[in-house]
């Protein structure tokens, strides 16, 4: 697989990218540096919106705009740069924030959280239903999905919508659920991959080590993508759960991958550059940056919120 920078303006933590089909452009935030952005292929234009808080996940709304997951809560942009509208606000402590997320395929908004500390399994994943036909009269539903875990990442759903898939970063495992679409039902847990620890001692630029799982994306053949943090590759993972495929990073530190393009067939991955050592940022300078590369099966495009 041939990489190339798609955008050269490196991020500190560039998470959450989706391809926007009628738009035509590639969003994405970067955490630490606490903006929404957005990049033009066709004519090369990049866009930095800054936000009071981390972004951890946005995702597109069929009625324009964006949703968001900030530090404190889930909120509502009608557009581009527009007011930040709260809609639902959470009282979890300071050491906690919103992280990993996205639309399911019916147009609820879910997104986990992350408990920065790690020393505890106190992450949780929520969906929001904001949909007209909610039952709720359109008002926000808030469902707890999951929970015991440290960091979550790795959200995606199959083709079919049949299964759902969540990782814990920190505990180095991706977790899968039978899924029931209209009903929001998760049935049948199982651990989908789990991966060896980091060795004890480990310093970045040693061996012995594939990384710990973040984003993640499916194509339409199902195979789910995985972004292997500070193991400098990708996994393209069948859905039983083996290793189909493993893909070089251009980085150590990829973040997470998506689907787009036209034909859906451009790979984009965002990385990281954040407290990486100085060693590692001189050799590999291009962190921070979004790749792209070619890919023969074309992946699932990306959900819409509905409100």
């Given at each position: 697989?041939?990489?190339?920078?798609?955008?050269?303006?490196?991020?500190e933590v560039g998470e959450?990218?989706?391809?926007?089909?009628?738009?035509?452009?590639?969003?994405?935030?970067?955490?630490?540096?606490?903006?929404?952005?957005?990049?033009?292929?066709?004519?090369?234009?990049?866009?930095?919106?800054?936000?009071?808080?981390?972004?951890?996940?946005?995702?597109?709304?069929?009625?324009?705009?964006?949703?968001?997951?900030?530090?404190?809560?889930?909120?509502?942009?009608?557009?581009?740069?527009?007011?930040?509208?709260?809609?639902?606000?959470?009282?979890?402590?300071?050491?906690?924030?919103?992280?990993?997320?996205?639309?399911?395929?019916?147009?609820?908004?879910?997104?986990?959280?992350?408990?920065?500390?790690?020393?505890?399994?106190?992450?949780?994943?929520?969906?929001?239903?904001?949909?007209?036909?909610?039952?709720?009269?359109?008002?926000?539903?808030?469902?707890?999905?999951?929970?015991?875990?440290?960091?979550?990442?790795?959200?995606?759903?199959?083709?079919?919508?049949?299964?759902?898939?969540?990782?814990?970063?920190?505990?180095?495992?991706?977790?899968?659920?039978d899924f029931e679409p209209?009903?929001?039902?998760?049935?049948?847990?199982?651990?989908?991959?789990?991966?060896?620890?980091?060795?004890?001692?480990?310093?970045?630029?040693?061996?012995?080590?594939?990384?710990?799982?973040?984003?993640?994306?499916?194509?339409?053949?199902?195979?789910?993508?995985?972004?292997?943090?500070?193991?400098?590759?990708?996994?393209?993972?069948?859905?039983?759960?083996?290793?189909?495929?493993?893909?070089?990073?251009?980085?150590?530190?990829?973040?997470?991958?998506?689907?787009?393009?036209?034909?859906?067939?451009?790979?984009?991955?965002?990385?990281?550059?954040?407290?990486?050592?100085?060693?590692?940022?001189?050799?590999?300078?291009?962190?921070?940056?979004?790749?792209?590369?070619?890919?023969?099966?074309?992946?699932?495009?990306?959900?819409?919120?509905?409100?």
């Amino acid at each position: 697989m041939k990489w190339e920078v798609a955008v050269r303006e490196a991020d500190e933590v560039g998470e959450s990218p989706f391809w926007h089909p009628t738009e035509r452009r590639l969003y994405w935030v970067d955490v630490a540096g606490k903006c929404v952005r957005r990049w033009d292929p066709a004519g090369g234009a990049s866009e930095r919106w800054a936000l009071p808080q981390e972004p951890g996940c946005i995702a597109p709304a069929k009625s324009g705009g964006l949703v968001l997951g900030l530090r404190d809560g889930i909120y509502r942009a009608r557009s581009w740069g527009g007011a930040l509208v709260p809609i639902v606000r959470f009282q979890h402590a300071e050491t906690t924030r919103f992280n990993d997320g996205k639309a399911d395929p019916a147009g609820r908004f879910w997104a986990g959280t992350y408990y920065e500390p790690k020393d505890a399994r106190k992450a949780d994943l929520y969906a929001f239903d904001c949909r007209p036909d909610n039952g709720n009269g359109g008002k926000p539903l808030v469902q707890l999905k999951a929970h015991n875990a440290t960091s979550a990442n790795g959200l995606a759903w199959s083709p079919d919508a049949r299964t759902v898939y969540w990782a814990d970063t920190a505990q180095h495992v991706i977790h899968a659920w039978d899924f029931e679409p209209h009903a929001s039902v998760m049935r049948r847990h199982r651990v989908f991959r789990q991966f060896p620890p980091k060795p004890a001692g480990w310093k970045p630029g040693q061996g012995g080590y594939g990384g710990r799982p973040d984003g993640a994306a499916v194509d339409a053949e199902g195979f789910y993508w995985c972004a292997m943090f500070e193991g400098g590759r990708l996994l393209r993972l069948a859905p039983s759960g083996e290793i189909a495929a493993e893909i070089e990073a251009p980085v150590r530190c990829p973040t997470m991958p998506c689907f787009g393009g036209p034909d859906g067939r451009t790979l984009y991955l965002t990385t990281a550059r954040h407290g990486r050592p100085a060693d590692e940022l001189r050799a590999l300078p291009e962190s921070g940056c979004v790749f792209a590369a070619r890919v023969e099966v074309p992946g699932l495009p990306a959900n819409f919120f509905i409100d």
